[in-house]
Nanobody, 125 residues
């Protein structure tokens, strides 16, 4: 059974940093891309970043370029999202998700098959 579990969400002041983790299990880690999404209160969910370890492709939405860094650790089968210089508009529930094996970033949201439960990030001004 594929499982994705996010952690690391917290309340932080604007300009601060957080590192989110996505722990994965139940599939061959190196064969899958992992995406991070977020959903602000009252807003639609949006893609934030994506990493494909099998081809090295990485994607960021324009609003986080230069501030967020996605990375992966094959040893512990986790994907991380390092978020620096956080802004109040980064507030939301952050989810990690996996599309079908072999997918290359960016992957359309409707293609993602597996989702975590989310972790809450709140950035105060």
């Amino acid at each position: 059974e594929v499982q994705l579990v996010e952690s690391g969400g917290d309340l932080v002041q604007a300009g601060g940093s957080l590192r989110l983790s996505c722990a994965t299990s139940g599939f061959t880690f190196e064969d899958y891309a992992i995406g991070w999404f977020r959903q602000a209160p009252g807003e639609v969910r949006e893609a934030v970043a994506c990493i494909s370890r099998h081809d090295g492709s990485i994607y960021y939405v324009d609003s986080v370029k230069g501030r967020f860094t996605i990375s992966s650790d094959n040893a512990d089968e986790k994907v991380y999202l390092k978020m620096d210089n956080l802004l109040p508009e980064d507030t939301g529930v952050y989810y990690c998700a996996a599309p079908p094996s072999g997918s290359i970033c960016p992957v359309p949201e409707y293609d993602y098959e597996y989702w975590g439960q989310g972790t809450v990030v709140t950035v105060s001004s």
